[in-house]
């Protein structure tokens, strides 16, 4: 179902010797706008290569203020809660936007006002 959570099966590769891959993307069009984010989370076996996907999700936001920038940052948001949530550790993040991926490892809030909300909730979950 569109919107809906998927978990896989946690026990499929054992917690030892394994990361977690956080894969998010987002983007927006119309006016007034409407974005999408998708978050995927995969554990893989750092020795073998093997992997599993853990979780899929998807979100859909309507608004004024919603932006491709800001439905990105929602999708991060979504698989970092997601990892705190079940446990899962340590996590590596790749990302589909150049922009949050950017904000992040230089610490810098980005300018527009609507997108500085999330900046800092995501600062904080990572």
Do not use: E
């Amino acid at each position: 179902m569109l919107g809906a959570d998927w978990t896989g099966h946690p026990t499929a590769i054992t917690q030892r010797g394994c990361c977690f891959l956080v894969f998010f993307a987002g983007g927006a069009h119309g006016s007034p706008a409407t974005g999408v984010s998708g978050t995927a989370v995969v554990r893989v076996h750092v020795m073998t290569g093997t992997y599993a996907t853990q979780y899929i999700n998807s979100g859909r936001y309507c608004g004024d203020k919603v932006t491709a920038l800001k439905a990105a940052h929602l999708g991060l948001l979504r698989g970092l809660r997601q990892c705190i949530t079940t446990g899962w550790g340590p996590v590596h993040v790749i990302g589909g936007s150049k922009g949050v991926m950017q904000q992040q490892t230089t610490r810098r809030p980005p300018r527009a006002k609507p997108l500085r909300g999330t900046f800092w909730k995501l600062r904080r979950t990572a």
